[in-house]
Each structure stands twice: as structure tokens, then as C-alpha cells.
């Protein structure tokens, strides 16, 4: 790594690609979970390839990885069906858990103000 290159790292406009990290993290996520499906969603200008993984309460975690090869050979490892986000969409499950953290985050909120109000 060159002098430069420390100063550069997370700087705006740079991509970080998926590495050992992010691909423990998907690992044990999964192997914590039921019902794990992988989703690759594509590179855009601000993020490379992630692999998004859904469990069957809707329950998710996103990384980097590499590609959608990388994502398809780990999601085999993993012996879990992988999709193209693109393709198929989102699983409604994800909509609906986000949907209920909020309303539990909004519940939480309003005890605490009325504890303090």
C-alpha cells in the first residue's frame, strides 16, 4: 500500500470492495438464522455488488462482496437459494419486519417521553 493509499480509503467517490470480513459476517449471520435467502443486488456509482440476506421473519443483513459470481459460490456454500434482485424484487417478509421495527422504535419513543414528560 502506498503512502497515498491510507489517505484515500473512504473518501467520497471511492468504491470498497467485499472482503474476508464482510463474507464472515454473512456466514455467521446465516448460520444464526432460519430460513436464509441470498440476494445480490447490482454495483451502482456509490456501492459495489452486495449480498443482501433475508431470514424467514424478514430479519436482514447486507455486505460487499466481489461479484455476483462470489455471491453465487458463497450462497452455494452456504447451501442457500440466491436471486437477482433486479429479477425478482424484494421479499414482502423484509417490507413487513422493517414496517414493524418502526412502530416498535415509535412505541419505544413515545415511553420514553411520557417516563420523562
Same mark, same amino acid.
Given at each position: ?5 491510507? &489517505?484515500?480509503?473512504?473518501r467520497?467517490? *471511492?468504491?470498497?470492495t467485499?472482503?474476508r $470480513?464482510?463474507?464472515a %459476517?454473512?456466514?455467521?449471520?446465516? @448460520?444464526? %438464522?432460519?430460513?436464509v435467502?441470498? &440476494?445480490?443486488?447490482?454495483? *451502482? ?6 449480498? !443482501?440476506?433475508?431470514?424467514? $421473519?424478514?430479519? %436482514? ?7 455476483? $459470481? @462470489? @455471491?453465487?459460490?458463497?450462497?452455494r456454500?452456504l ?11 424484494y ?5 413487513d %419486519?422493517? @414496517?414493524?421495527?418502526?412502530i !416498535? ?7 420514553? !417521553?411520557?417516563?420523562?414528560?
Open positions: 500500500m502506498g503512502l497515498l493509499d491510507r &489517505f484515500r480509503r473512504g467520497p467517490g *471511492t468504491l470498497r467485499g472482503g $470480513d464482510d463474507e %459476517h454473512l456466514r455467521a449471520w446465516a @448460520a444464526a %438464522h432460519e430460513g435467502e441470498a &440476494f445480490v443486488e447490482p454495483r *451502482t456509482a456509490v456501492t459495489d455488488t452486495t449480498m !443482501l440476506l433475508v431470514d424467514k $421473519d424478514g430479519d %436482514h443483513t447486507r455486505r460487499r462482496i466481489g461479484d455476483p $459470481d @462470489a @455471491a453465487r459460490k458463497l450462497a456454500s447451501a442457500i437459494p440466491i436471486y437477482d434482485v433486479q429479477l425478482i424484487g421479499p414482502q417478509r423484509m417490507r %419486519h422493517d @414496517a414493524r421495527q418502526k !416498535l422504535r415509535e412505541q419505544e419513543r413515545r415511553r420514553g !417521553l411520557g417516563e420523562t414528560g
